[in-house]
């Protein structure tokens, strides 16, 4: 090679456009529609389980052991006589430590007829009285379980931001992240899918183009099995078979769908896709030996976690957290 021709492929170079190489997540945070299951098999940790759970190509991520069982232990004693009922429920009661979002979501059909317009300055103001729960749980347990858990997705997804949702500037005000719960009533079949869920109010969290939740699992139960079909949330799942007196669904809409079943053991950390359809049993009734019949409340720390497009809160796209 001549050296004018060497200066020639040098000079062309130079001018040549940088090309950017594509993010290979980067459809995860473009809409998308309905996924079905490429398995049935609920998968074992690992960063490809986790985004094939994020896609909707797989039911769910299992995490034995999570929690010891004595660190578990430790967080039911100390949980259980905190519980308080859901303030707003259009279904079985649920109770909780920590505070949901969906506490003021419009979730029956009445409930979409009387919106006050304040709905979200209500649960902003909320949010103030729990900003030290996991410090404080923290405290009392030695076990810091939701930063452990907050590590391990961003270890599952270092290439993005993990959060707890906020409003985009310049609102600002930051979500609750972290719940405490016990479902022992069971519930209806339904999907949380906050693009339609919490539509009646601009919510950051309308923006997400997935959504998943982890459930870790604090105490022993009778019962109280989740159930995840193979349907995600569309338009026709709304139009045919939303029941005007719940947040869930007629039974109908997961006929001859393929269908998981989860019964974790204590200590367990379930990953799972909430915009596919899913259910939880009621917990049986056992004997106690001082109470007589009872409940042993279905313990769970749980989280959503939802992946917003860059440019909403950050340049980047983000993983974000709420309850």
Not at 110 to 125: I, P
Not at 160 to 170: G, L, T
Not at 288 to 309: A, D, V, Y
């Amino acid at each position: 090679m001549t050296a004018s021709s060497t200066t020639t492929a040098t000079t062309v170079a130079a001018n040549m456009p940088t090309l950017r190489q594509e993010d290979p997540l980067s459809e995860l945070f473009r809409p998308t529609e309905p996924t079905r299951w490429k398995t049935s098999e609920i998968q074992g940790l690992s960063r490809s389980a986790f985004i094939g759970m994020l896609r909707g190509d797989v039911p769910a991520v299992h995490v034995p052991g999570f929690v010891a069982p004595e660190s578990a232990s430790r967080f039911e004693k100390l949980i259980q006589d905190k519980l308080a009922p859901y303030a707003h429920i259009a279904g079985p009661p649920v109770q909780k430590v920590g505070l949901a979002q969906f506490e003021f979501q419009a979730q029956s059909a009445a409930d979409f007829e009387r919106r006050s317009g304040d709905a979200k300055d209500r649960y902003f103001e909320a949010v103030k009285a729990h900003k030290s729960l996991h410090s404080d749980i923290h405290a009392a347990t030695g076990d810091d379980a939701w930063s452990r858990v907050v590590s391990l997705i961003r270890n599952l997804l270092p290439e993005y931001p993990v959060i707890v949702a906020r409003e985009p500037a310049p609102d600002g005000r930051t979500y609750h992240a972290g719940i405490y719960r016990s479902i022992n009533e069971g519930t209806p079949v339904h999907c949380d899918w906050s693009p339609f869920d919490s539509a009646t109010e601009d919510w950051v969290i309308n923006r997400i183009t997935r959504q998943a939740v982890f459930n870790l699992y604090l105490a022993p139960m009778a019962g109280g099995a989740t159930t995840i079909y193979d349907r995600q949330w569309d338009e026709e799942v709304h139009a045919r078979y939303r029941d005007p007196a719940t947040y869930g669904y007629f039974d109908e809409v997961v006929e001859g769908r393929d269908r998981v079943l989860l019964q974790p053991g204590v200590g367990d950390l379930i990953f799972f896709n909430t915009r596919n359809l899913h259910r939880v049993d009621s917990v049986a009734w056992e004997d106690h030996e001082t109470l007589g019949k009872w409940q042993r409340p279905r313990l769970t720390l749980s989280s959503f976690i939802g992946l917003l497009p860059a440019g909403v809160v950050d340049e980047k796209p983000c993983v974000v957290l709420w309850s």
